[in-house]
C-alpha cells in the first residue's frame, strides 16, 4: 500500500484519533463516579433512624365472637428516640401465611426510649399467628 492509501484508511476508520483525549476522559469519569460514589455512602447514613421493634408473643381468638369475627391479639416492642412518633404495621396470619389481617398502629411520642405495646387485629378467619411486620418514624 502507499502512504496515500494508508491515510485514507486511516481516516477511513478513525485510526488518526488521539487515544491521550480517551484516556483523560476515562479518568475523568471514574473519578467523578468515585466521588459521587463516596458522597452516597458518607451522607446516605448522615439521619440513620434508630427504630426498631421485638415481637413477644400473641394470643388468638379463633371462635367466632357475638359479632362473629376472628381476632388476634399480638404484643411487641417498639425501641425509638425519645419524643418521635412511630408508626407500625401488624399482621395475622393463616395456616397458609396469607395475610387475614392488617393494622397500621400510630403510637404516640414519649419521653422513655422503648415502650411495649398490645395491638387487637379483627381478621376475616382463623389466624395462627399474629406479628409486628415493620416500625417507622413518623416526621412531625
Not at 44 to 56: C, L, M, P, Y
Not at 115 to 128: D, R, S
Request: charged share 20%; aromatic share 8%; with cysteine.
Amino acid at each position: 500500500m502507499t502512504e496515500t492509501a494508508s491515510d485514507a484508511v486511516a481516516d477511513r476508520y478513525d485510526a488518526s484519533r488521539s487515544k491521550r483525549w480517551d484516556r483523560r476522559l476515562g479518568w475523568t469519569l471514574a473519578s467523578v463516579a468515585i466521588a459521587v460514589g463516596l458522597l452516597v455512602v458518607v451522607f446516605g447514613n448522615w439521619r440513620q433512624s434508630t427504630t426498631e421493634f421485638k415481637n413477644i408473643g400473641f394470643t388468638l381468638q379463633n371462635e367466632p365472637s357475638e359479632g362473629h369475627t376472628y381476632s388476634a391479639t399480638t404484643k411487641f416492642e417498639v425501641n425509638a428516640d425519645p419524643g418521635v412518633s412511630v408508626s407500625c404495621a401488624v399482621e395475622a396470619l393463616n395456616t397458609s401465611k396469607a395475610t387475614v389481617g392488617w393494622k397500621i398502629v400510630d403510637l404516640p411520642a414519649i419521653d422513655s426510649r422503648s415502650q411495649t405495646v398490645n395491638v387487637e387485629i379483627v381478621t376475616l378467619g382463623p389466624a395462627t399467628a399474629a406479628h409486628a411486620k415493620g416500625c417507622w418514624p413518623v416526621n412531625p
